[in-house]
Structure formats: C-alpha cells, structure tokens
C-alpha cells in the first residue's frame, strides 16, 4: 500500500476548503512556506498538479477536486473514530502553545490550579520565542498575540497589551527619579526583537520627543529583558500583565504614570472543530475565568 505523508494530506485539505495557503497554514498552525513545501511534496509524490495558481489566486484542478472530495471525507472519519478511541480511554491530551514569556510569567505559574480542577486530564505544554512552533500539527488551543482574527479558529479575547516602561528600584537609586521621558536618555533602553515597535507606541503616546525608540540593547525574548531590568542594567518596556508580579514583589517599579494601549490583545484560540470539544471546553472556561483579573499593580 502506497499513502502519501498524513502532514500533506492535512495541508491539501485545509487549502483546498478555505481555497487560500495562507489561511491553511494559520488553521494547522504552520508557516505558508511550510504548508507549500507539503503541498509540492503531495504532488511529487502523486505526479500530478492539484492547483491551478495564479498571482492572487489558487483553484483546484480535476484531479485535485476528485481528490479533494475523497480526502476531506476520510480525514472527518479519522478525526471521529479517533477522538472515540481517546475518549473511551480517556487519555486524550490537551495540547497547549503559547509564547515563551507569558508561558513563563502567566501561564505556568497558574496552571497547576486547572490541574488540582481536572487531575484526571494530561497536558503537554509547548512554548517558542517564534510566533508559533513551526513544526505543530497537534495544538489544540493556543495562546496568541494579535487582533482577534484567525482563519479556521475561534479567538477569545483573555487580556489588553498595556505598555509601562519598567525598572529596578536599585536603579532608580543610582540614576535618580524619572520626572519626564527624557529622563530615560540618562539609562539604558531594553528592548526585545519579539516586540520591537512597543518602545516607540510607549514613547509617542508619552509625548517624548528626541528619544530614539531602537536604541540600547536588544534581546531575542521578552523574559530576557526584564530580567537584565530587574538586574538593574537599564528599563524595559513592560507588558502590564506579565510584570504585575514583579511590581507587587518590588522586583520592578514603574517609574511612569502613563500607560499605554497597544492595539493588539493575548488571545486564546482554537480550531473550529475543536469549539465542542469538551476538555477545550473545560480549559477555555478556566482561562477566560483566570484572565478576569489582570490588573496593574500601581506604580511605586
């Protein structure tokens, strides 16, 4: 029996019913390069060309339609008879993604009150400095950065970006207070390839003039910076809920009033299919709940 790549057909699947790679790759969580490499894999091995692509548009051939129809109506049956089998053992896992430091400073620290919830349930955890882990095709729901909109997903909107530049005390004492923004020329600015333009929303909406928002010294992860500012080497720009620990055990300080809004939100998502599922369900709920008190301790 010869059977072409699982991960090939599930790219072929997911393009051919939302008619975009793009969107495929979102919904498998995936990158469009990737799911094209899967797709061009499918068709080597088949020896025949699924899609007719043009500049802003892919459409099934022929031969892709017929095989499309076939595919799409095993993959459901799979999908059930599978999800039978797990939930008659009940060892179906949760697959969780989300980003390395709201894993690290929200995520983690909480989880272990859904486990004490749920003791019966197993959870595999998976983080990244990226936007998502390139090589999942198994995430059940995920913690994303954005604006609410994910092709093939349900979002729920857990908590707002909010932005306050954030240091040690230790370093308060050795450069004196920060009365205004040009105070920050005295120190050193923190930064974070992950979220490069988050210093300048900060600064434009502070009103600081002269002050380069790319300057300093910058980190591949978020976590990285605020920990050389709780080590004292210079402010960082604060993401409200993922120091509001560091602010209530005075590792941090912010030495700012003003706080400033990002447009984006943490989001929690998940496939379509997955919006009955009852242990996405269960943890959805628990989150959504968790993500209600996400205040600012306020600046000291």
């Known amino acids: 029996m010869s059977l072409p790549p699982l991960n090939a057909i599930r790219v072929f699947e997911a393009i051919g019913r939302t008619g975009s790679v793009k ?3 979102e919904e498998l969580f995936v990158t469009p390069g990737a799911a094209s490499r899967q797709l061009a894999k499918l068709e080597q091995s088949l020896e025949v060309a699924l899609f007719k692509r043009s500049h802003r548009q892919i459409t099934l051939t022929p031969a892709g339609l017929r095989y499309f129809e076939t595919v799409s109506d095993l993959l459901v049956q799979l999908s059930d008879v599978t999800d039978e089998i ?4 009940g060892r179906r896992p949760l697959h969780i993604w989300c980003p390395m430091t709201f894993g690290q400073r929200w995520l983690v620290p909480r989880l272990q009150a859904f486990r ?5 349930r197993v959870v595999i955890f998976t983080t990244s400095l990226g936007p998502i882990d390139r090589n999942s095709t198994t995430t059940d729901v995920a913690i994303r950065i954005g604006r609410g909109s994910w092709p093939g997903c349900v979002s729920h909107r857990l908590m ?3 932005l306050t530049p954030v240091c040690s005390p230790a370093l308060l004492e050795q450069v004196g207070p920060f009365e205004t923004a040009r105070d920050l020329l005295r120190t050193t600015l923190l930064q974070s390839s992950a979220r490069p333009g988050y210093w300048r929303i900060w600064l434009d909406a502070a009103g600081a003039k002269g002050i380069d928002p790319d300057q300093g010294i910058t980190f591949e992860s978020v976590s990285l910076a605020y920990q050389m500012a709780i080590s004292g080497a210079g402010v960082a720009m604060g993401q409200a809920v993922l120091v509001a620990d560091d602010l209530r055990a005075k590792r941090l300080v912010a030495p700012f009033p003003q706080v400033a809004d990002s447009m ?4 929690l998502i998940y496939p379509n299919r997955l919006s009955q599922d009852p ?7 628990w989150i959504l709940e968790e993500a209600t008190d996400h205040g600012v301790p306020a600046a000291s």
């Open 116 to 120: 004490k919830q749920h003791p019966d």
């Open 279 to 285: 242990f996405v369900c269960q943890f959805r709920d």
């Open 160 to 162: 707002p970006i909010r």
């Open 86 to 89: 797990r939930t008659s053992k």
């Open 264 to 267: 984006d939100a943490f989001y």
């Open 23 to 25: 969107a495929a790759a």
